[in-house]
């Protein structure tokens, strides 16, 4: 069966919802930036890597051993993390220890999750 498209049979156009969205509408380069943003949560490893930092600041070799994966995979992981300014680090004499950049991470993660437990519950 064919999935039926919801569409307009008329072709009306409502100025005033148009210019009511259209100021609203952020620049084209800050929505540019937030669907950048969203594509990094586009890849597992990098969600487990948020998740794990949830719940505890980690350096890369506990990291590394938590997912079961290579110190070189989870680095080039942090490094798409950290350019997206999703995690932070800081030295402690040779040891390099990640967390979360700010709390809009965990707020952002958490309604994502809770829209997906919602899903499965439906």
Do not use: W
Not at 19 to 40: G, T, W
Not at 55 to 67: H, P
Not at 111 to 118: A, P, R
Request: net charge negative; glycine share 2%.
């Amino acid at each position: 069966m064919k999935d039926i498209i919801n569409r307009c049979e008329c072709t009306c156009v409502h100025e005033e919802v148009i210019c009511k969205v259209k100021d609203k509408m952020p620049e084209d380069e800050k929505l540019y930036d937030l669907a950048e943003l969203f594509k990094v949560f586009g890849d597992t490893t990098r969600i487990k890597i948020l998740y794990a930092l949830f719940e505890e600041e980690m350096c890369v070799c506990d990291i590394a051993d938590l997912l079961n994966m290579t110190q070189s995979a989870i680095s080039h992981q942090l490094r798409v993390l950290k350019q997206a300014r999703l995690v932070k680090f800081r030295k402690e004499g040779k040891i390099v220890y990640y967390s979360l950049d700010d709390n809009h991470i965990n707020q952002i993660f958490n309604c994502g999750l809770c829209h997906i437990e919602e899903t499965y519950n439906r």
